[in-house]
């Protein structure tokens, strides 16, 4: 079993310039990202009057990327220059989003449209995703990516505060396809600074003749399936996301907006609320982890999660639910940052170079490829059974997915 360092390193990994060019990067996107997640369900919802099936679709096509680019994402990442396909995908987000703005202004924007733009930004973001996990060991060295990770999360958990107020205010202000325009910069700017970084990128081992894509892709599944850690990081992920990200977060909006009675600025408020947990779980997360170990951590946080989530529909039910929300959003923020720092930096950590694009793409394909079903599932069993019950099976699902962190061995660390 690989362990990670628990040493200090003797120059902080924020110190490093090219390192600070990726962090700075990853919060101007982060900014602009926040608005078009925000705006894309809202636009559906009160400027094409979308329902609870149209809702589970866009949710769908949000996460079907993962299905048709999950798997090839390793392999492009452990092929080509990974600084460069991080560019790449950042230029074809932002060129993409563009086209929610345009449409607007000629009146010719549509459900199918924002069925499109999901979907082929989710395929941006998977590969960009992927080359940026496998990019980072190269970036900053194994040895500080706990610390790496931890800086990342942290300051990711800043912007998670400030974005979602600064996206419902602009969205309140502007309207939300104006508003879009905003992570349309963003992006931009976040693919210029990596561009900017410098750092040497060996190539990798010489493959044989012959050798196709689906060999590299089943090379990194069998490395993930065989691997008893990373097989139930995997098989945990993929009942949360089908349960928490696909069923539960495709209707969360809507069951703010239309039975919560919530407007954009609460629910920017709402969301904001995340940022505070998420800054003080990546705050503690490497000393958590060691404190309780890999297991541990990973079981207590998953449970944290599910109680989180379970807050959502109970929301419904309180006089304030707003409130209750915001502290679903504030408990998620601390289990979602000391549960990814450590299962990341885990798996970075354990995984040879030339596996970690195919590692990374791989776990992600199977916690990921399962979102649009949940989606889909949620969305036509709201329409069955009403909004509280989907969501409210969905926020138990993902308390009880915590089971199968305990096939883990006991020692991982």
Not at 128 to 133: H, N, P, S, Y
Not at 278 to 286: D, F, I, K, Q, T
Not at 295 to 321: D, K, N, S
Not at 396 to 408: E, H, K, P, Q, R
Request: aromatic fraction near 6%; include cysteine.
């Amino acid at each position: 079993m690989t362990t990670l360092s628990t040493s200090v390193p003797v120059r902080p990994v924020w110190r490093e310039p090219d390192f600070r060019k990726v962090w700075l990067g990853g919060i101007v996107d982060s900014l602009g990202s926040s608005i078009t997640g925000l705006a894309l369900p809202l636009i559906a919802i009160l400027q094409l009057g979308a329902g609870p099936a149209e809702m589970g679709i866009l949710g769908a096509s949000r996460t079907a990327s993962f299905i048709l680019v999950g798997l090839l994402a390793g392999v492009i990442a452990d092929r080509l220059p990974r600084r460069l396909v991080i560019v790449a995908t950042a230029f074809g987000s932002a060129g993409v989003i563009a086209t929610i703005p345009l449409a607007s202004t000629f009146g010719t924007l549509r459900m199918e449209q924002l069925y499109g733009v999901a979907f082929l930004t989710g395929c941006f973001g998977v590969i960009g995703e992927v080359a940026f996990q496998a990019f980072l060991p190269r970036l900053i060295g194994r040895e500080r990516l706990l610390a790496g990770n931890a800086t990342l999360r942290s300051t990711g958990s800043v912007t998670d505060v400030v974005s979602p107020s600064v996206a419902g205010f602009l969205i309140q202000a502007l309207t939300a396809p104006v508003a879009i325009v905003v992570d349309v910069v963003g992006t931009t700017i976040g693919g210029v600074l990596t561009l900017l970084v410098k750092v040497k990128e060996p190539p990798g081992p010489a493959r044989p003749a012959g050798r196709r894509v689906w060999h590299d892709v089943a090379e990194g599944l069998r490395y993930v399936v065989s691997d008893r850690v990373l097989r139930a990081i995997a098989a945990e992920g993929a009942m949360h996301n089908i349960c928490s990200n696909g069923a539960l977060f495709a209707l969360y909006i809507l069951y703010a907006n239309q039975v919560l009675g919530l407007g954009p600025i609460q629910l920017g408020i709402v969301f904001a609320a995340g940022g505070p947990g998420a800054l003080l779980g990546s705050l503690v997360a490497a000393r958590y982890g060691r404190r309780f170990g890999m297991r541990h951590t990973l079981v207590q946080m998953q449970i944290l999660t599910g109680v989180a989530r379970c807050l959502v529909p109970l929301a419904a039910l309180v006089p304030g639910p707003a409130i209750a929300l915001a502290s679903g959003e504030f408990l998620l923020g601390v289990a979602r940052a000391i549960l990814n720092v450590n299962q990341l930096s885990l798996r970075q950590a354990m995984t040879p170079d030339h596996l970690q694009g195919r590692m990374s793409a791989s776990i992600r394909f199977l916690m990921w490829s399962v979102v649009p079903v949940g989606a889909l599932l949620g969305g036509f069993a709201a329409e069955r059974f009403g909004l509280v019950p989907t969501m409210t099976f969905a926020a138990v699902g993902t308390t009880v997915s915590a089971l199968w962190i305990l096939t883990m061995p006991t020692d991982a660390s």
